[in-house]
């Protein structure tokens, strides 16, 4: 899906650095795409603590939590063990937002269906992805940083000359801005899904990006992350 491309110098450095970065961009885009899904929201309920014996324990220590099979709904299933705690879990689940709240009888589990996002959820899903963003773009620049290392020891080691060094290096730069400018239009592209092209912008450089996710590459990306 994605390609990097190798117009300075195909160096091994350079191509090793091109494969890395590319898996990383592909990596990024998995991660935006369980953005707002109902993995998300099952999320909530993996760190939340329920009292038990006067001790502080993790709701999943007591129920498993589960997407629905009915994949045309958005929710999940909570499988409880204890039934003396289901009272609990639900003051817990209505404390996190969550209304449509319906007990299976023959199973006893809870059925848990989502509303349309609010708002605020729209907001935090989009705080979610630079997040995220912050994260892919510093793996991205630890490639880079690696792989100039590597040229270095290379040089010093006469595995490479220096003039090819130079080249592999200005490769590198390329890689590296290239790569950066991808994994941000990707996270405006996914913010853009959440919000709409209105949202609020800070700067030049984000209204640039802005422009660039109506590229249709970064369009088709947007349809594999929607589902």
Wanted: charged fraction near 30%; glycine fraction near 6%; include cysteine.
């Amino acid at each position: 899906m994605i390609e990097l491309q190798l117009l300075k110098s195909d160096d091994s450095y350079s191509a090793a650095a091109k494969q890395r970065m590319e898996v990383n961009i592909e990596n990024f885009i998995e991660t935006l795409t369980d953005v707002g899904t109902s993995s998300t929201y099952m999320t909530l309920l993996f760190g939340a603590n329920v009292t038990v014996d006067g001790r502080s324990r993790k709701v999943t220590d007591f129920a498993d939590i589960e997407p629905l099979e009915d994949k045309a709904k958005r929710g999940f299933i909570v499988a409880i063990h204890r039934s003396e705690l289901e009272s609990l879990i639900v003051d817990i689940l209505r404390k996190n937002g969550f209304s449509k709240i319906k007990r299976i009888e023959e199973t006893g589990f809870l059925q848990v269906e989502i509303d349309r996002p609010s708002t605020a959820q729209l907001d935090a899903w989009a705080t979610e992805c630079d997040r995220h963003l912050s994260a892919a773009l510093s793996r991205s620049g630890k490639i880079k940083a690696d792989s100039l290392g590597q040229i270095a020891k290379g040089v010093k080691n006469e595995f490479i000359e220096p003039v090819a060094a130079h080249r592999a290096r200005l490769q590198l730069d390329d890689l590296s801005s290239s790569s950066e400018n991808f994994i941000k239009v990707i996270g405006m592209t996914r913010k853009v899904h959440f919000l709409g092209y209105g949202l609020p912008l800070d700067n030049e450089e984000a209204h640039k990006i802005l422009s660039q996710t109506r590229q249709p590459k970064f369009k088709e990306i947007a349809k594999i992350m929607a589902g």
